[in-house]
């Protein structure tokens, strides 16, 4: 008998995992993704005595979270993609070029601190108290930092989008 709770789980309850994270993304290709990551997450690591159902309901709740980062990510590159150049692909290379060359002058007006802030904020997708972590400051001051960056950013690159006028924000609500 395998007590593998990892075949176990994959074997007996597969199909329903699939079929939640279908519901909760609303695609069978990503469905298949989240259930792939979270089994990853999930058994990454043996715990002691983890039974099958243990095991699904931690699959279930990483499925979630997987999707929620996924927005999440999706959103924050929402709202810096401009800063990179167009949306569309690019025809002539130059202008993507251009674009990157403007986004590290406008990148080396900043404080050093505020530079940090801001590329830890908006390129590595910390949380501010990850970035107040690792910058081992305060969370204010983390927050006073990304305020001033944006401002200097904005003024240098031009306004990031409203929250409604995102793709993933429409029709949803904000929290």
Not at 132 to 138: N, Q
């Amino acid at each position: 008998m395998d007590d593998d709770p990892l075949a176990v789980l994959a074997r007996e309850r597969g199909r329903a995992l699939f079929g939640y994270a279908y519901l909760v993304s609303g695609d069978a290709r990503t469905a298949e993704d989240l259930v792939q990551d979270a089994l990853v997450r999930t058994f990454s690591r043996r715990r002691a005595g983890f039974t099958p159902d243990d095991a699904e309901r931690y699959v279930r709740r990483a499925i979630l979270t997987c999707y929620l980062d996924g927005v999440r990510r999706s959103q924050r590159w929402s709202r810096v993609r401009h800063l990179l150049g167009s949306s569309g692909d690019v025809a002539d290379p130059a202008v993507a070029v251009g674009a990157v060359v403007d986004v590290r002058s406008a990148l080396a007006t900043l404080a050093p601190q505020e530079r940090v802030a801001a590329v830890l904020r908006y390129c590595e997708d910390l949380t501010v108290p990850e970035v107040a972590a690792r910058m081992e400051l305060a969370e204010g001051t983390v927050k006073r930092y990304l305020s001033t960056a944006t401002r200097k950013l904005t003024d240098l690159l031009g306004p990031l989008p409203a929250l409604e006028e995102l793709p993933v924000m429409q029709g949803k609500a904000r929290s």
